[in-house]
């Protein structure tokens, strides 16, 4: 038996943890307890100085402490810390391991989703608008998404466009999007329109409470509105009749009660990942009550477990993600582009006309070509629009060229001090980097590249 089927056999009696399905995914690690291996184990990714385990360990309630003692040793034998991500209030209460709340997760009981259908109005209208824009949902066996077939090369080329919309570069751990691993213990349900595949959910088992984690919701960015709701009273509909008390939606990251250095983050980092939106999202489907999520660090330090958290999700190198993200072109980085025009623009302004320019017209013409710029940048900003940005990426470039055309003809033979010379330089270094993040975006959004 392989590690995974190990694991698998391991999950169908002690998968109590919302996320424990998703340890199966192949980036994970495994921590197996001795001296009785098929007892207990632990899955973890392991960074450069930690081993980050997703969720509590796999074991029996009366045995998680003891298990996650024996984890955090070995990891320290190997030269690393440890920390738990994703546990739930469980955990904390048994091991008595140090925490920090970092969100919340909705839980239903699909048993009570038409009772709740029935006093909610706002969710009974966004059923109704995916029926009237011809929206039918459909559960899909395992077999109807096997390699090879039709439907499987419509979700691939779904989840490509639903990877593209995405603000930040992809993300493993706990957040990697796995559809098919394990696949007969999963269940899929389809949401297409006129045929046409438009938007998947899959759910995954939460073994020893009898209940499922909607795992993934991929949505084409031109679905009709309405579409996720259909799919998810589908998917609760279908769990009520299995008898199942237990659904989340998993966790709703820095929602709820966490730290103001947690919160401080959340507004900060509004721009690449929609922390409200999310939750608002989740909350509008009307979950029975909210549960605490934590990130448990026995090592004593938070700071230390949330950085290798990130590391994790990142996986591996933050810098790397960064400048991934970076070149996808999100509101944060082409705001910052339409930001620093102004400075630049204002100095164009300030600047002798016969010393940088080769006439006054000239001049002016780079002053309003920058103020559109500026403006266009911002405005995208705001609101990706494909036409725009495919505009703005061919103006910059044009912008590039000139630029260096001006430089090499006119500037260069008047540059006579370092600090000239570094003038010259950010301008024509400029454009092209602007340039480049926005064609790296349309290349990432068209689903080109990844």
Known sequence: MDERARVHALLQRYGWNATSFQVLEPEFRYWFDGPDPDAACVAYVETRDAWVAAGAPIAADDALSAVAGRFVEAAHQAGRSACF?????????????????????????????????????????????????????????????????????????????????????????????????????????????????????????????????IEDLLRDPRAPNGTAEALVDAAMRAFAAQGSRYATMGLAPLAGEVGSLLRTAREWGALLYDFDGVRAFKARLRPDRWDPI????????????????????????????????????????????????????????????????????????????????????WQLSRRWRTG???????????????????????????????????VVGVGVLAPIAAAAVLWSALGARSGKWR
């Not at 400075?343 to 780079?366: D, E, K, M």
């Open 85 to 213: 991500f994703g546990t739930e209030g469980r955990f904390g209460e048994r091991s008595r391991t140090p925490q920090l709340c970092i969100g919340e997760q909705p839980v239903w009981d699909p048993s009570r989703w038409t009772a709740l259908l029935s006093g909610a109005s706002s969710l009974r209208e966004q059923l109704r608008r995916a029926r009237a824009k011809g929206v039918a949902v459909r559960e899909l066996t395992p077999g109807d998404l096997a390699e090879g077939t039709p439907l499987r090369a419509e979700v691939d080329a779904l989840l490509l466009r639903w990877l593209a919309s995405r603000k930040m570069a992809p993300m493993g751990f706990l957040v990697g999007v796995e559809l098919f691993g394990f696949a007969e213990s999963r269940r899929y349900f389809a949401a297409e329109r006129d045929g046409q595949l438009v938007a998947l959910l899959a759910a995954v088992p939460i073994y020893a409470r009898a209940g499922w984690l």
């Open 294 to 377: 934590y990130l448990a660090y026995p090592d004593r330090s938070s700071v230390r477990a949330v950085r290798a958290s990130l590391r994790a999700f990142a996986g591996g190198g933050l810098v790397r993600f960064g400048l991934q993200t970076v070149l996808r072109g999100p509101p944060l980085i082409v705001r910052a582009l339409a930001l620093m025009l102004i400075p630049w623009t204002a100095g164009l302004a300030l600047a002798p006309a016969a010393r940088w320019f080769p006439s006054r017209g000239v001049q002016l013409f780079w002053i309003a070509f920058d103020v559109a710029l500026g403006v266009s940048l």
């Open 388 to 422: 725009l940005a495919w505009a703005l990426a061919g103006t910059i470039t044009a912008d590039a060229l000139a630029t260096l055309l001006e430089a090499a003809l006119f500037n260069l033979p008047r540059v006579h001090t370092a600090g000239e010379a570094m």
